[in-house]
T-cell receptor
């Protein structure tokens, strides 16, 4: 059974700092990995999708990497801003029975002005 | 803009009183999902539809039902809400269930309160 872990569970940084969020998964048989952002009381916003054959994806100040063989992904946020404060969730879509997303527990990020 | 829409955004019901949450999508995706999310937890998949094919997760209580009358709409029915069913309910869609390109999109959620 796929298990997804996100470390750290919470992170507080000063504005302007570059930061890295980590995601690990136990089964490398995946179609893709998605990073989501969730603001308090809101739904999930898809930030980046990395296909299993890809190594990284970039969108603005965000860069996500994928090392499928080691079961790891990172989300790099450059020049963090208070507006980046949210919970970040990673999820993997397995390519075995079911094919549903398996979520990590999330990292709650606070960027202080 | 193509999107996933959920109504209402906030729903209050009484213990044991049936409630229906609705979801619609303009993405023309084949798959629609319902998730339950409790405070500080990851979303938990309740069930999904692939077109008209209903797929229930093994641990989804019988109290939860779903209907998908057409491609665009999907409903979550809670037959007899208990206090433990108070949560955020998230609807999501994807074009398919398989494939590396397959991206999942979520609606804004419905916050359910049970009194």
């Amino acid at each position: 059974k796929q298990e997804v872990t996100q470390i750290p569970a919470a992170l507080s940084v000063p504005e302007g700092e570059n930061l890295v969020l980590n995601c690990s998964f136990t089964d490398s048989a995946i179609y893709n990995l998605q990073w989501f952002r969730q603001d308090p009381g809101k739904g999930l916003t898809s930030l980046l999708l990395i296909q299993s054959s890809q190594r990284e994806q970039t969108s603005g100040r965000l860069n996500a990497s994928l090392d499928k063989s080691s079961g790891r992904s990172t989300l790099y946020i450059a020049a963090s801003q208070p507006g980046d404060s949210a919970t970040y969730l990673c999820a993997v879509r397995g390519n075995n029975a079911g094919n549903m997303l398996t979520f990590g527990g999330g990292t709650r990020l606070m960027v202080k002005p | 803009d193509a999107m996933v829409i959920q109504n209402p955004r906030y729903q209050v019901t009484q213990f044991g009183k049936p409630v229906t949450l609705s979801c619609s999508q303009t993405l023309n995706h084949n798959v629609m999902y319902w998730y339950q999310q409790k405070s500080s937890q990851a979303p938990k998949l309740l069930f999904h539809y692939y077109d008209k094919d209903f797929n229930n997760e093994a641990d989804t209580p019988d109290n939860f039902q779903s209907r998908r009358p057409n491609t665009s709409f999907c409903f979550l029915d809670i037959r007899s809400p208990g206090l433990g069913d108070a949560a955020m309910y998230l609807c999501a869609t994807s074009r398919d269930v398989a494939g590396a390109y397959n991206e999942q999109f979520f609606g804004p959620g419905t916050r359910l309160t049970v009194l």
